[in-house]
């Protein structure tokens, strides 16, 4: 059993930085791709960002790319996602995934092709 662990979150205003860190345990970490996800109120729980278990490729969704940075330290059991040029509509809560074991049924996009969850950690961005 694989527990992910979020940190790093708070408010912030517009324009500041944030870096989230995930801590895993009960696995292989580097064995695992890893991801990150937010939800905002009233919305569906979407893709961020994604690093594959080698550090060879990562992944962005557009409205993120530029400004934010997925990173790990398989050392460390950690996977960072450094948020650089924060707006007010990044407000959400930031969920830390790991094993994208599903890709292939669902694209790794999706929620459901993501095994193992965190419970979450609450950026909150004023204008």
């Known amino acids: 059993q694989v527990q992910l662990v979020e940190s790093g979150g708070g408010l912030v205003q517009a324009g500041g930085s944030l870096r989230l860190s995930c801590a895993a345990s009960?696995?292989?970490?580097?064995?695992?791709?890893m991801g990150w996800f937010r939800q905002a109120p009233g919305k569906e729980r979407e893709f961020v960002a994604a690093i594959s278990r080698r550090n060879g490729s990562r992944y962005y969704a557009d409205s993120v790319k530029g400004r934010f940075t997925i990173s790990r330290d398989n050392a460390k059991n950690t996977v960072y996602l450094q948020m650089n040029s924060l707006k007010p509509e990044n407000t959400a809560l930031y969920y830390c995934?790991?094993?994208?074991?599903?890709?292939?049924?669902?694209?790794?996009?999706?929620?459901?092709?993501?095994?193992?969850w965190g419970q979450g950690t609450q950026v909150t961005v004023s204008s």
């Open positions: 995934a790991a094993d994208s074991k599903y890709c292939s049924d669902y694209g790794c996009y999706a929620r459901r092709a993501w095994r193992y």
């Open positions: 009960g696995g292989t970490f580097s064995s695992y791709d």
